[in-house]
């Protein structure tokens, strides 16, 4: 047997290792730290340089990068939250449209646009009343989950996107840029399996002055993640500067106090976030002192199977077992050592089917919140979506065949 294929089983076990230690309910960060000692065991890696990994890890600007962007992301939702501005947008968008159809889906997405959990239950009241008796408990409960994570599919707010791009080196703009098409998709399939069954129209008619009022009252409580976003894709700012200059603003414009800022750094210092980031930024440079990634391509090019189809699986199936953030941050480098040549349409790929399985798996948080919201389950909600999520995997695997014919 080659020494490439002993690398590739021993790789093997130590993924099974993350996966049986999840299935066991074992916090993830423990989980990669259990992955990380069987990696170091297996591939007989040294105390000395074991212990120069984790220095280099904590010393490194890349890792120290995303734990500030992680915090000043958090901190902002913190402010926005105090002041009610998502809730305010859905509201907005009522004002201006009166059509269910918008409600159950744009709300959701707009109240998406930074990550929170709790959000979930204001989606779920939003979908619930837009839905009325048109979708059972089980559409519902799908329909709210789908629409509420889209904008977890490509935003630079996310840690997914924000882990993943800073470790394949892909520039976000791109990958925002490169997103835009899917989102139609994206939004389009959800529209076809459950939207159109919804009445298309509330009661209520709205005149011009009502609609010109409600959009400058929902970009008025939307403007900090909208401004985020034109500061990374026009001025090509980094998403922590970026979001620096928004949180500044936002400061003053909110009308926030010097006694503020101790209540909003404590509740925004998430620690179980910041250590799951470090274990998984240990076991990715731990790989990589082992020497296994520069098998990875040898080990490919044997295979009958393409490397691009061997990663759509890996990071679809990887994520419904153990969440996006872990697989995102496990296997970027293992996918960009095995096809180089990917650049932003890989992680656009990647990360699209890790934001489809994200939809129907047991370790996403939001859908167990939804689940309980609508006394639906688990189970039957990933039913619902799975054909659209097996489509959108699909789709976006011929839309990275056709982004590579131009780029």
């Not at 002993?6 to 093997?12: G, Y």
């Not at 490509?154 to 996107?161: C, E, H, Q, R």
């Not at 926030?256 to 250590?275: E, G, H, I, Q, W």
Request: hydrophobic share 55%; aromatic share 10%.
């Amino acid at each position: 047997m080659s020494s490439t294929v002993i690398s590739m089983l021993k790789l093997a076990v130590v993924f099974a290792a993350v996966i049986v230690a999840m299935s066991l309910k074992v916090k993830l960060a423990v989980s990669v730290a259990v992955a990380s000692v069987i990696c170091v065991l297996l591939f007989q890696l040294s105390l000395s340089d074991t212990i120069n990994v984790i220095v280099d890890v904590l010393t490194s600007k890349d890792f120290l990068l995303v734990i500030r962007i992680l915090y000043c992301i958090t901190f902002l939702q913190r402010m926005l939250e105090s002041r009610n501005q998502l809730k305010l947008a859905q509201q907005d968008l009522d004002n201006i449209f009166h059509n269910r159809r918008i409600n159950a889906t744009v709300a959701p997405i707009l109240i998406g646009l930074l990550p929170s959990p709790a959000a979930a239950i204001i989606c779920g009241e939003i979908v619930s009343d837009a839905a009325g008796d048109a979708l059972d408990k089980n559409e519902k409960a799908a329909v709210t989950s789908y629409y509420r994570h889209i904008p977890e599919s490509f935003l630079p707010t996310y840690s997914a996107v924000i882990i993943m791009a800073s470790i394949s080196r892909v520039p976000v703009g791109s990958f925002v840029l490169g997103m835009l098409p899917l989102i139609a998709v994206m939004y389009l399939l959800g529209y076809v399996f459950y939207i159109k069954k919804i009445p298309h129209s509330g009661n209520v008619s709205t005149d011009a002055g009502t609609v010109i009022k409600g959009l400058i009252d929902l970009f008025k409580h939307l403007w900090t993640i909208i401004a985020i976003v034109v500061l990374i894709m026009l001025f090509k700012l980094s998403t922590l500067t970026a979001t620096l200059i928004i949180l500044a603003l936002a400061w003053f414009f909110y009308s926030f106090k010097p006694d503020d800022r101790l209540p909003l750094a404590k509740r925004s210092l998430d620690v179980s976030l910041m250590t799951v980031t470090f274990a998984v930024y240990v076991f990715k440079e731990i790989l990589s002192a082992t020497g296994v990634i520069k098998d990875i391509p040898v080990f490919f090019s044997s295979l009958s199977i393409p490397p691009l189809y061997v990663f759509v699986l890996m990071f679809f199936v990887g994520t419904v077992v153990l969440g996006s953030k872990a697989i995102v941050t496990i296997c970027t480098p293992l996918a960009f050592a095995a096809i180089p040549q990917g650049g932003w349409p890989l992680m656009v790929l990647l990360h699209t089917c890790a934001y489809a399985a994200m939809q129907i798996s047991p370790t996403h948080v939001c859908m167990v919140i939804i689940a309980d919201y609508f006394k639906s389950t688990l189970g039957a909600m990933s039913r619902k979506l799975l054909a659209i999520v097996l489509l959108l995997v699909v789709i976006s695997t011929g839309y990275y065949h056709l982004l590579k014919l131009f780029f």
